[in-house]
């Protein structure tokens, strides 16, 4: 896979790497990835972008690198994931004056990520769509581990040092005491699609958000508990891609990342079609 690797946070020395067509195209698609994820870690990037190359108004993708990617989540927020969103958007309005159009796509906790930041900036003049792929519950997964009892009475019992690691052997690699919180309690800063929120909750959270969302649901996602896989399903379709401008895509055979190469193809068609009749 071929593309570009540029500077974007001269702070953080934070890179991107671009792919498609680099000499003409106006638009692009953000993908962020979610925990653990870094440059290629989805099994659908190159599709992704190859197909993005072919339009006839043609995106290139870009991938960040946050300061959370990789295995360094647990020492950052979904704050610090939305101080480095803005300041790529900010480079490429500041370095790209014909750039035109910009869609979001999160896989994961990237999804938590653009509903974080879509709450502070309700409509971006730039960003005209948003396309939320595997957006599960970090908490409703993470109950059902034996290990989570033991982090959350370690996190209770210190947690007025925040910043503080958890001790090695409750959790590897490095995660505050802040971050594992923010994981596992209710209504907490990035607990944004757990199927036990409550319509009030729900407000709160999504009323002000003008841009079209995309949800895109994976039916045999690994990260959603069995015993409740089909509520939290029918939470995301009725509850949560109920609202204004947006859409729901179920993938029947995927998994968490989309392994399933046909279900790659489904989704990909399914994104090309929304960015063509947008163009309309």
């Known amino acids: 896979m071929y593309g570009n690797l540029f500077l974007y946070d001269l702070k953080y020395k934070l890179v991107a790497f671009e792919s498609g067509s680099l000499s003409s195209s106006s638009r692009c698609l953000i993908l962020i990835g979610g925990l653990s994820d870094g440059l290629l870690s989805l099994p659908y990037v190159e599709r992704l972008s190859s197909s993005l190359e072919s339009l006839s108004d043609p995106y290139t993708l870009i991938q960040p690198l946050f300061r959370s990617s990789n295995l360094q989540y647990g020492w950052h927020t979904i704050d610090d994931d939305i101080e480095d969103l803005k300041t790529l958007i900010e480079y490429l309005i500041n370095n ?16 938590q990520d653009i509903i974080h930041f879509l ?29 989570t ?70 039916k045999q996602d690994e990260y959603v508990p ?41 989704m990909i068609e399914h994104i090309t079609q929304l960015i063509l009749s947008s163009n309309k």
């Not at 910043?163 to 209710?186: A, I």
Request: negative net charge; proline residues 4%; contains cysteine.
């Open 119 to 147: 709450r502070q900036e309700r409509k971006h003049l730039k960003i005209h769509r948003v396309i939320l792929q595997g957006p599960v519950s970090d908490r409703q997964y993470l109950s059902q581990l034996s290990s």
């Open 96 to 111: 790209r004056p014909n750039l035109t159009s910009i869609i979001l796509m999160g896989h994961s906790t990237g999804c």
């Open 226 to 266: 069995s015993s409740i896989k089909d509520n939290v399903e029918s939470f995301v379709k009725n509850k949560l891609a109920n609202k204004n401008n947006s859409t729901f895509l179920l993938l029947e055979e995927a998994d968490h990342a989309i392994n399933n190469q046909q279900e790659q193809i489904s």
């Open 149 to 218: 009892k033991d982090q959350l009475n370690y996190c209770l019992k210190n947690d007025e040092n925040i910043k503080e690691w958890l001790p090695r052997y409750l959790h590897d690699p490095p995660l505050t005491v802040q971050r594992c919180l923010s994981f596992n309690q209710p209504n907490s800063i990035e607990d944004l699609f757990s199927s036990d929120l409550t319509d009030e909750q729900l407000n709160q959270i999504y009323e002000k958000i003008e841009t079209p969302i995309t949800w895109i649901w994976s």
